[in-house]
């Protein structure tokens, strides 16, 4: 029943997610963070809440590099810089970067072609 904003961006959540779990221990904080890093950076309304509350929720995401993938293809206005970027911004939600966060970064940045020492200064700063 017409456009939905949530679904089309699934990917991305996604994406976003996987460094969450990545975490393992997941704060409130940690959750709000990524919901209004979502909501900034892919133009959701307020209408959008709940389902991405729902989106966020689910457990069974596509592998990484798929979730990429359509990733790009569906917002190619998105560098992989720009989707870098935002997942180092998830990681950082909860602290610094930890080990199992850094792991889902560095599998992104080779993913997306990003260089070792651009992804490294990237998640660092």
């Not at 997941?26 to 890093?37: H, K």
């Amino acid at each position: 029943a017409g456009w939905r904003r949530v679904d089309f961006r699934l990917p991305c959540i996604g994406v976003c997610m996987a460094v969450v779990r990545a975490g393992h221990d997941i704060a409130r904080e940690e959750v709000r963070g990524v919901r209004q890093l979502i909501h900034a950076n892919f133009a959701l309304q307020p209408e959008d809440t709940e389902p991405l509350r729902a989106a966020m929720k689910c457990e069974t995401f596509a592998p990484l590099k798929d979730l990429l993938a359509v990733a790009q293809r569906r917002l190619p206005i998105f560098s992989p810089q720009d989707i870098f970027g935002l997942m180092c911004q998830v990681a950082r939600l909860d602290g610094p970067i930890n080990p199992r966060e850094r792991a889902v970064l560095k599998e992104t940045a080779e993913t997306l072609s990003i260089s070792s020492q651009d992804w490294y200064a990237h998640a660092e700063t």
